[in-house]
């Protein structure tokens, strides 16, 4: 009766211990489960894993993977704006004032005139209708003129990115249209991400000839990828709620038609970096700020003799 009574606690004792475990898990992975899965999203952000070496009986391939999250160099802010009018001068006089005033207090935060690009987008008909109570006809009629213009600012400061468009606002300027990420030393970084891997491979072969031991002969031959990802293509969304089973609304009586409404459910957007998996060293992995992600994979092929 003892062992049983044993035997049931250290059995209830490991369910407890597995469920404790499942939910830490299922906490620590947070709202985000919610989103849905995307099978080619997830197969485009993960750099494949590579194999630590693959060997013959005459030939031994090593490979290493580098992953550096880097910080961005220059920012490059688009906002959109537009003007509507009679006629396409006084649209394009109106717009080029509120320009004119925003530029000028951008001078206020430091943003020279030589970092701001103004691109003329479009000038468009603007339609509106006339209606004719009497006869009941309606006519469409030109109502006036819309100017678009894009505003193209460049900085080093990622503090001013959120200034500028607070700013932006006074000048009836809403449309924050794209950030982009710029790096002014992407061959400077892969020649660095180079030399890193290389001493990896390094340290790999002289691991495994200092184990098997075979006489090197002829020249290595060598392969190398390098590519980098932008922060505007890596991030997710998701909508995080639960819904009731029973949302059908009916009335006491057939004929009775109601309209339901359904509360708002926030989708929720954030940074999804590549996955750190299967790389020999990532760089910079401590560090919050998103930024551009580099990768380069280096593969070597050694020839010796075979064992006799």
Known sequence: MRNNSFLNKSIYTFIFMFLIFNLTQAQMSGNRLYKERNSYSEITNHFPDYKHFYATDSTLTITASILLNQKADQFKL???????????????????????????????????????????????????????????????????????????????DHSKIEKMIYEASDFQIYDVIKIDYLSNTIEQIHQNLLKEAHDIISRKRDDYFGRFKHELIGTPIANSSFTYIFPDTQYQQYTAYESSDFDVVRGNYNNDSYIKKLERKGKTFYYEGIKYSGYDKVINNENPEIGIQFMINLSVKYDFKKNR
Request: hydrophobic share 35%; charged share 30%; glycine share 6%.
């Open 78 to 156: 688009t906002l959109g704006l537009n003007e509507e009018a009679e006629n396409p001068k006084k649209a394009i006089e109106n717009i080029n004032l509120r320009i004119e005033n925003f530029l000028n207090k951008l001078s206020s935060l430091g943003i020279k005139k030589k970092d701001v690009y103004v691109d003329f987008i479009s000038q468009t008909k603007v339609y509106d209708f006339d209606i004719e109570g009497n006869q009941k006809i309606v006519t469409q009629k030109i109502k006036g003129f819309e100017i678009k213009k894009n505003i193209i600012i460049n900085t080093d």
